[in-house]
C-alpha cells in the first residue's frame, strides 16, 4: 500500500505552505490506490477502478451488464487481448518458421561439408597435395591433415 496511515483508496493531496497556506486552487494530486478499492460499489467512480483490476474475462462481461457505460471499454479491451494473443501466436509462428529454415541451412552446410571432407579423402588418396585440395573444397590445411586416407 502506498499511504497506509490513509483507509480510503481515493486521497486528494493540496500544496500547501509551512503555514497551512493553499499555493493554489487549480492543483492537486489525487492518488488511487486500487488494491484499497471495497468488493461492493461505493460511488461513481467505483465501477471504472474495478474495471482496472479485472482479471478475468466474466469479471468484465459482469461490469459491462450491471453498468451499460462500460460496454464499450469492456468490448475494446477483449479486442486488446484478442490483439495480443493473435500478435503473440503470429510472433511465435514465424519463430518457428525461422527455426525450421535455420535448422534446413544447417542441414545443408553440413552436407556440404560433409561431401567436402569425401572429396578431400579421394583426392588426398589420389595423391593430390593439400593446398590443391582446400582450394577445390575450402576447407582447411588442419581439416585436411586430420582426414583418414
Known amino acids: 500500500m502506498l499511504l497506509e496511515e490513509e483507509e480510503s483508496y481515493i486521497n486528494d493531496y493540496k500544496m ?20 484499497k478499492l471495497p468488493e461492493t460499489e ?3 467512480l467505483w465501477p471504472w477502478l474495478r474495471f482496472l483490476i479485472c482479471k478475468k474475462k466474466e469479471e468484465y462481461e459482469m461490469l459491462a451488464k450491471k453498468y451499460p457505460e462500460l460496454e464499450k471499454p469492456v ?8 490483439l495480443e494473443r493473435w500478435r503473440d501466436e503470429r510472433f511465435h509462428r514465424n519463430l518457428a518458421k525461422i527455426d525450421e529454415q535455420c535448422l534446413h541451412e544447417q542441414i545443408r552446410i553440413d552436407a556440404r561439408a560433409d561431401n567436402n571432407k569425401e572429396i578431400a579423402r579421394k583426392a588426398l588418396a589420389e595423391g593430390s597435395t593439400p593446398e590443391f585440395i582446400q582450394k577445390i573444397t575450402g576447407l582447411s590445411l588442419d581439416e585436411i591433415a586430420k582426414l583418414n586416407v
Not at 468490448?75 to 484478442?82: D, G, H, I, Q
Request: hydrophobic share 40%.
Open 16 to 35: 500547501r505552505n509551512d503555514l497551512n497556506r493553499s499555493f493554489t486552487d487549480l492543483q492537486k494530486l489525487i492518488i488511487l490506490e486500487l488494491p
Open 75 to 82: 468490448k475494446y479491451a477483449k479486442k486488446m487481448s484478442l
Open 42 to 44: 461505493d460511488g461513481a
